[in-house]
């Protein structure tokens, strides 16, 4: 089959996702042809920043399960400026992959909700990957917009993350790059930009790191033991034709963060959650093209992060995420 066929049907696989979404039996549609969906261009190489670099650094590796016989996603390393630790680095055709909001009882909190933790069958059988979302609500400086309703009010000029009806996602300024349309399904706001017009904002260069969150210390996350800038974060953005790149890494202050992910071409980018237990990105290849994603097909962006491809299968995980997944069912 071709790609251009294969992504031909997903209406198809559309409407058999919203019957078992409802607990519905799924009759047979045949197969209607649609205009063909023309991949995204895979990502360049990515040159290291000078003097800082590790083997195989800004060279993409395929990651996650075939899209239509498709690679879908791509993943690398850099080591940031003034840095001595890699990032990871995620690159994800919105061409192939739709983007779901789940929230949980933590943050953004005031459930129930149709989509959180764990990940139920009928979403698990095209999720390509995974990834944490932000603070909890009352530090996040912004609002969450999902499943209809308004858990906490939209602010003006804060990071936002738009998932659109269809799955389509974007990341920018709250009433002025983004703003509510009928087609918005979920909004997460977090913090002021990260990156805007390409360039990290001044707000990501100012000394005040705090600024952009309260970190653990270097070895312990006690209440008693003081914060350090360079710690465990997590960023997302959009690139000029529509990719959406994800970074998290060890060692990160929030210049570094941005720095990395305009050198992975986001020109607007925002920070998401930071320390040690929060931030993960995963991808899941199961053995079979029809397969149900699970932890043990799963695999980590970064190693080193404690969280893992099981964090989104567990009931227990309170706290909101977001995935991408195949928006037609792979070809035979």
């Known amino acids: 089959m071709t790609a251009a066929r294969a992504v031909g049907r997903a209406a198809v696989g559309a409407l058999a996702s919203v019957a078992l979404c409802a607990g519905a039996p799924v009759a047979f549609v045949p197969w209607v042809a649609g205009p063909p969906v023309v991949p995204l261009r895979t990502p360049a190489a990515l040159a290291p920043f000078p003097g800082h670099s590790v083997p195989g650094a800004g060279l993409w590796s395929p990651a996650g399960r075939l899209v239509g016989g498709l690679r ?6 850099l080591v940031p400026p003034g840095g001595t630790q890699p990032a990871g680095v995620a690159w994800m055709d919105t061409r192939l992959l739709s983007a779901r909001l789940y929230s949980g009882s933590m943050s953004p909190g005031g459930g129930p909700y149709r989509y959180t933790a764990p990940i139920e069958p ?9 990834f944490n979302g932000g603070f909890v609500m009352k530090v996040a400086g912004g609002g969450y917009y999902t ?4 858990v906490d009010p939209l602010r003006p000029g804060a990071a936002s993350l738009v998932i659109y009806s269809g799955g389509r996602v974007d990341v920018g300024v709250w009433g002025k790059d983004l703003r509510m349309t009928p087609q918005v399904v979920s909004v997460r706001q977090n913090l002021s930009p ?3 017009a390409g360039r ?13 969150g309260a970190t653990c210390g270097a070895t312990s996350c006690a209440a008693s033991v003081p914060g350090v800038e360079h710690q465990w974060r997590s960023g997302v953005g959009i690139t000029a034709d529509g990719a959406l790149v994800y970074v998290t890494g060890p060692s990160l202050d929030p210049l570094q963060l941005a720095q990395v992910l305009v050198r992975a ?6 920070q998401l959650d930071i320390n040690p237990d929060w931030t ?22 970064l190693p080193g992060t404690v969280q893992g491809p099981w964090t989104f299968f567990e009931s227990w995980w309170a706290r909101d995420f977001v995935t ?9």
């Open 200 to 212: 990290p904002t001044s707000a990501a260069a100012s000394p005040d790191w705090q600024a952009w």
């Open 324 to 332: 991408m997944s195949a928006r037609h069912l792979p070809s035979r």
């Open 72 to 77: 879908a996603v791509y993943e690398t390393t």
């Open 122 to 130: 009928a979403q698990a059988a095209s999720v390509v990957a995974a």
């Open 265 to 270: 071409g986001a020109v607007r980018a925002m």
């Open 280 to 301: 993960v990105l995963a991808t899941y290849s199961p053995p079979t093209p029809r397969g149900l994603a699970a932890p043990s097909d799963g695999s980590k962006l």
């Open 194 to 196: 990260l990156v805007v």
């Open 147 to 150: 499943e209809g309703r308004v």
